[in-house]
């Protein structure tokens, strides 16, 4: 069966560290993987786009991996801040051109100072 | 200002009653979406529009019907409202360039069916 699968339970950092979380996905072929942030109560924020030919993205403070091979993307938040503190969704775009996004259930990540 | 709105952003109803949520976008977007969110956080795509013509319809129940007056537009109307609709409904539009959209949601509309 499909699945994506990110890291179920919090993740809990210190100030200054380096947050990495994980999506897998099984029995998809994925052309895209996006990155959202959402914080409770809000809609989800784009942060960060990577194509299935591109091995890593970078945007200020974050770092996306994608491996086609392993199923795996990894998404990196370096020197985190309290305020980094919020769930990310990683999604998987099937559609080839139609956005027709299919999201894991997001990891939320605590930043403590 | 606000790129996507949607109201009301909260919405509290019996069972077998009939709701819509409205949702309109200021971007110049052709495409827009509907986005299921249920208790346990997962985002289900339920229908998109691109310049008012449906391309996407999951295997949503037909109590739901997406209308789209115009391209900034896109309401979700529900019949004989149960129990298992209670969620957030996330209305979500993208730029018109095909295979690299972000979606851009809205604040999302919690729906509470009692």
């Known amino acids: 069966s499909q699945k994506i699968e990110q890291n179920s339970e919090a993740l809990n950092i210190q100030e200054g560290k380096t947050a990495t979380l994980t999506c897998n996905y099984t029995?998809?072929?994925?052309?895209?993987l996006q990155w959202y942030r959402q914080d409770p109560g809000r809609g989800p924020v784009f942060l960060l786009l990577?194509?299935?030919?591109?091995k890593e993205k970078r945007k200020e403070r974050l770092k996306v991996t994608f491996d086609t091979t392993l199923k795996q993307s990894l998404f990196h938040i370096t020197a985190s801040q309290p305020a980094d503190s919020a769930t990310y969704l990683c999604a998987l775009d099937l559609s080839g051109g139609y956005n027709k996004l299919i999201f894991g259930a997001g990891t939320r990540l605590a930043v403590h100072p | 200002d606000t790129a996507v709105s949607q109201t009301p952003k909260y919405l509290v109803t019996q069972m077998g009653n009939d709701k819509s949520i409205k949702c309109e976008q200021n971007l110049g977007h052709d495409t827009m979406y509907w986005y299921k969110q249920d208790s346990k956080k997962f985002l289900k795509i339920m229908f998109s529009?691109?310049?008012?013509?449906?391309?996407i319809n999951e295997t949503v129940p037909n109590r739901f019907s997406p209308k789209s007056p115009d391209k900034a537009h896109l309401n979700l109307h529900i019949n004989s409202l149960e129990l298992g609709d209670s969620a957030v409904y996330f209305c979500a539009s993208s730029p018109p360039s095909l295979n690299t959209g972000e979606l851009f949601f809205g604040e999302g509309s919690r729906l509470t069916v009692l």
């Open positions: 990577i194509r299935e030919n591109e």
């Open positions: 529009y691109n310049n008012k013509e449906l391309i």
């Open positions: 029995n998809y072929s994925p052309a895209y």
